[in-house]
Every structure is written in C-alpha cells, then in structure tokens.
C-alpha cells in the first residue's frame, strides 16, 4: 500500500480567517474516488506546552476557563508562538508570563498533531527545569489560577481524568515515564 496522498483536491475555498485560524473548504475525490467536501481548519501559531519541574519533583498547573469546551480546565503552562519564531523563545515568555517562573534549562519532550484529521496544528511541549521565581502577567485574556504541587499529584489529576487537555496528558504521561526511566 502507497503512503503517497490518496485525496484529489479538486476545488479550494477560503471560508474564514482571523488572527489565529484560517478555514478552507476543499472539493476532493476520496482515496475510492468518491466525490466529497474536507473542511481544514489551519493554526497560524504553534502550540506550545511547558512542563515545570522543580529539584523536588513539583510542578504548577494552571487553571483556566475555556470558552469553546465551556469548562474549567486545569492544565500545564501552556500558548503560542509565530510560526516562523523561535518555539523556545515562545516558551519561556509563556512560562514567565502565566506563571512568573524562569528556567534555565528546557528540554523538549514531545511534538504532536493536536487533531490530524481536521487541523494542522502542530504543539511542542517542553520539561523547563532549575526554576526561579519571578513575577507573572497573564494576558487580559486569562484569568488563571495557579497551583504548585507535587508532579505526583497532576500525574494522578490524569489518571482519574481530571486533567483532560491533550497537550497536558501528553506532557504529564511522558514526564512520568521519563522519571521512572531516570531520564529526568
């Protein structure tokens, strides 16, 4: 079986646009030739995720109201950066900026496709360790509560399905195995 682009885009139409999305409308033919539309949704910025972890095995989550799920949701630092930036660069203001902390080493950890089938959004998710604490400023946009506790402790926010955001499970997930395997 051919791993090649199956789809024949026969028409495109850009339907909506703004800051951070795009939406186009495509006229295909199916992998079984089958004549259908495909709504792609383009992000205009990377996802990026920071995981704090301090020498004693904390870490801080933030919690937040999301407007589309319309829920509270708590989660691991997390925003964007510019396509064409620097994703380091648009990790540590985001760290700082949510929750004033500074690291001085991130490794990255994970990159993954956040809904493959109707996006192309790309998320990056970095450990940030040896943190100092320094001053926050969330945006207007966030309200945010954040807790410091034990990684442990957000481990098992996952397991019992607390934490639901993908960049977050994925980030805790990781992180666990990275400890157990002493790579952390």
């Known amino acids: 079986m051919s791993t090649s682009n199956p789809w024949r885009v026969l028409e495109s139409r850009k339907i909506y646009d703004n800051n951070w999305i795009s939406l186009t409308e495509h006229q295909v033919l199916n992998p079984a030739g089958g004549a ?6 383009h992000f205009k910025n990377i996802a990026i995720g920071i995981l704090p972890l301090d020498a004693d095995l904390n870490t801080w989550l933030v919690g937040q109201y999301r407007f589309p799920i319309k829920e509270y949701s708590w989660e691991i630092v ?3 950066g510019a396509l064409n930036s620097d994703p380091i660069a648009s990790a540590k203001r985001e760290l ?3 929750t004033g902390l500074i690291a001085k080493h991130y490794t990255e950890i994970q990159r993954m496709h956040l809904s493959n089938s109707v996006s192309d959004e ?5 450990l940030a360790q040896d943190l100092q604490l320094g001053d926050s400023s969330p945006e ?6 954040i807790r410091k506790m034990p990684f442990q402790e957000a481990y098992e926010m996952v397991m019992n399905g607390k934490i639901t955001d993908s960049i977050s499970v994925a980030a805790i997930l990781k992180t666990k195995i990275l400890i157990q395997e002493g790579k952390v």
């Open 96 to 98: 700082a900026e949510e």
């Open 122 to 126: 790309l998320a990056i998710i970095y």
């Open 140 to 145: 207007e946009t966030e309200e945010l509560i």
């Open 36 to 41: 259908g539309i495909y709504g792609e949704v």
């Open 78 to 80: 997390e925003g964007g």
